[in-house]
């Protein structure tokens, strides 16, 4: 068996502000690539610049862009573009803090934004609750990338 593939970090530009994405120094990869595809831990809308945003929909607009990030560095030569990246995306699981209808819809606007030009939408779970273990985090994302 060979050995899977590991991501601890990446770089993101978001807003005009260029972020680190890291897992290091965490008991966890932040994302693992082997026979049967990539698995991207949960992400959250948290880098080396701290909360990126307390507005619900910046939170998971950031979320997604790290997970195409993920998917392009992972990708290497195979995934060239954002679309391409996006594509990748086969299922995420969104949990929301304090999910209701205003964010419910407010989450599919955002997915639906950052999809539009990509011709599908990956499979979906959202899950309202309670909390989430960074202060001001309002979203948690993880995936499965078929890369």
Do not use: W
């Amino acid at each position: 068996m060979t050995r899977p593939i590991t991501l601890d970090e990446v770089e993101v530009e978001f807003k005009g502000v260029k972020h680190t994405y890291s897992s290091q120094g965490r008991p966890y990869k932040l994302a693992v690539s082997g026979c049967c595809g990539t698995y991207v831990s949960g992400v959250v809308p948290y880098s080396n610049q701290g909360l990126v945003s307390n507005n619900f929909e910046e939170q998971v607009e950031f979320v997604l862009t790290v997970i195409t990030e993920v998917a392009k560095k992972i990708g290497g030569s195979c995934i060239k573009t954002d679309k391409e990246a996006k594509k990748s995306i086969l299922k995420l699981t969104v949990y929301v803090v304090d999910l209701d209808k205003g964010k419910y819809d407010a989450l599919n606007q955002v997915f639906n934004d950052f999809f539009k030009n990509v011709g599908y939408f990956p499979a979906r779970t959202t899950i309202g609750v309670a909390s989430i273990p960074i202060p001001g985090a309002l979203v948690e994302i993880d995936a499965v990338l078929d890369i």
